[in-house]
């Protein structure tokens, strides 16, 4: 058996090195220590703090030692601008080592023609796919129908003329209220700024994704992109559909599938659940469910290669070789059968936490999930998402607030609390451990109460969040995090 390598509860690979990782971290705080030592005592406290605290919030994770310790490392004082074999410095050998390590485990682990695993983050990474698909889609036709090889070869007019293109094209994205991302072409991103931006939501009455209604927007709106993917939506995707519909209104598909990589990476989502065959460009990133460092990758059909391929200098500043480093380490971990097991519990965990909430009469955005999502309806407990949000995190519950479907409060108070399974499944919590957590949560919700009209105040029933603190520390001293490591 292959244990995690996060709770190294029982064999390898992380019960091998836990000890060596120990020592590794206590050389290290020592050495920060020696010279600031306010940072050191940070980090500690860090450790105790996530040590201690019931995270629920669905982007996040516990990546392995192996993971966190490649990154402190001299690749981090490495320029290396450009790609592999193709730098704008000299003495980038040991990073197109690394660069090229990484993207072939991307390749490897999710079938994809090609990987790009320079983006610092999931943003980066959707700009490095916008810019992509607009040099693809309608820079190099344009530049082929004027004669040119390069921008610069433009006059100013026929440059002017480019540029106008470029800035003009239309984008079709889940609405923010639906799950979709700010990235999808909403004004607080630049992604909003850069295209002519319409949404598609979900059906009214169940809250899932409604096909029809996709199709019936891309072809009055005929985009250049429809994207899909979510960070707050509980349900599977069915991309093979999406992709039909980009097809007939001749869009290209990108697949923003940072929340679910993991659930990719670990075989749950297959078929037509899987982006990558059916995506022209997928995006991700590596922190989320498929517990990587923190950062983003793009996986792109031939044709969209070369194109994204420009991402460094187009959009990012030069590649952080010292995370890439860690990517190829985070994504080898995702190869192991222990990784699906991981993929799979968190999936089964977050039916189990939807389950528990069902049973004692919670509401639930259509009705529970498939996927690592839940996302909970706190209107019926007379609640804001803000209030919940704000009495959880009393409680030691670490949630966060988010909007619900044509949401009466707004997106800043929200009637949502969005709770996801990746983190404390890693930590080794089951099936019984969630309805437990469904149940601490009810607790609090059924004991917390609106201040007067205020969206924001409230009052948690004296001894709740006692009583809830302690019973979260029994689940959490049953499931430690990096139980093997002693600072
Ligand atoms: N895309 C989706 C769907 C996300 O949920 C997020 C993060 O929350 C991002 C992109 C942005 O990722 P990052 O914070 O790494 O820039």
New binding site residues.
């Given amino acids: 058996m292959t244990a995690d390598p996060v709770t190294s509860n029982a064999a390898a690979p992380g019960a091998e090195y836990a000890e060596t990782a120990s020592a590794a971290y206590r050389a290290a705080l020592q050495v920060i220590e020696s010279v600031e030592p306010r940072i050191a005592a940070a980090t500690r406290k860090e450790l105790a703090d996530q040590r201690d605290s019931l995270k629920l919030i669905a982007?996040e994770n516990y990546a392995s030692p192996a993971v966190l310790l490649t990154m402190g490392s001299w690749f981090s004082d490495k320029y290396a601008e450009g790609t592999i074999g193709h730098r704008f410095y000299a003495g980038c050998q040991n990073v197109d080592t690394v660069e090229s390590l990484a993207a072939e485990h991307a390749r490897e682990l999710f079938g994809a023609p090609y990987a790009y695993v320079q983006p610092?983050?999931?943003?980066?990474?959707?700009l490095v796919a916008f810019w992509a698909i607009l040099a693809t889609r309608v820079e190099a036709p344009e530049l082929a129908a004027l004669g040119a090889k390069h921008v610069n070869d433009l006059s100013e007019a026929d440059w002017e003329k480019l540029r106008n293109k470029l800035g003009n094209q239309r984008l079709l994205g889940m609405s923010l209220d639906a799950g979709?991302?700010?990235?999808?072409g909403f004004r607080p991103n630049i992604s909003g700024k850069m295209f002519h931006q319409r949404s598609y939501g979900t059906d009214p009455n169940t809250g899932f994704l409604d096909y029809g209604a996709v199709a019936d927007a891309a072809r009055e709106f005929k985009p250049l992109i429809i994207v899909a993917?979510?960070?707050?939506y509980p349900r599977r995707v069915d991309f093979a559909k999406m992709r039909e519909i980009a097809d007939e209104v001749g869009a290209t598909l990108m697949v923003?599938?940072?929340?679910f990589a993991g659930l990719v990476a670990g075989k749950v989502f297959t078929g037509d659940e899987d982006p990558v065959p059916h995506a022209h460009v997928t995006?991700?990133?590596t922190?989320?469910s498929l517990r990587g460092p923190?950062?983003?990758m793009v996986l792109a059909q031939p044709e969209y290669s070369d194109a994204v391929d420009k991402g460094c200098p187009m959009v990012l500043g030069g590649p952080l070789s010292h995370v890439m480093a860690a990517k190829a380490v985070a994504l080898a971990e995702a190869r192991q059968p222990a990784f699906q097991a991981y993929a799979q519990r968190v999936a089964d965990n977050a039916q189990a936490l939807a389950d528990g909430f069902l049973k004692r009469d919670a509401q639930l955005v259509t009705g529970g999930t498939d996927n690592h999502i839940v996302l909970l309806d706190v209107t019926s407990f007379g609640l804001t998402g803000r209030q919940a949000e704000s009495a959880l995190l009393d409680a030691g519950i670490v949630t966060n607030r988010n909007s619900v479907p044509a949401d009466p409060n707004g997106a800043w108070y929200t009637s949502g609390i969005r709770l996801g399974t990746p983190a404390l499944t890693t930590r080794g919590f089951g099936a019984d451990d969630f309805d437990r957590v469904a149940d601490l949560i009810v607790d609090v919700l059924s004991n917390t109460e609106q201040q007067g009209t205020s969206k924001a105040k409230y009052t948690l029933a004296d001894g709740t969040a006692e009583r809830v603190h302690a019973a979260s520390a029994e689940l959490l001293a049953a499931n430690p995090l990096y139980p093997r490591l002693t600072l």
């Fill in positions: 982007s610092h983050s999931g943003i980066d990474a959707n979709g991302h700010l990235t999808h993917g979510y960070s707050a923003d599938m940072a929340h995006t991700t990133t922190h989320k923190r950062g983003g």
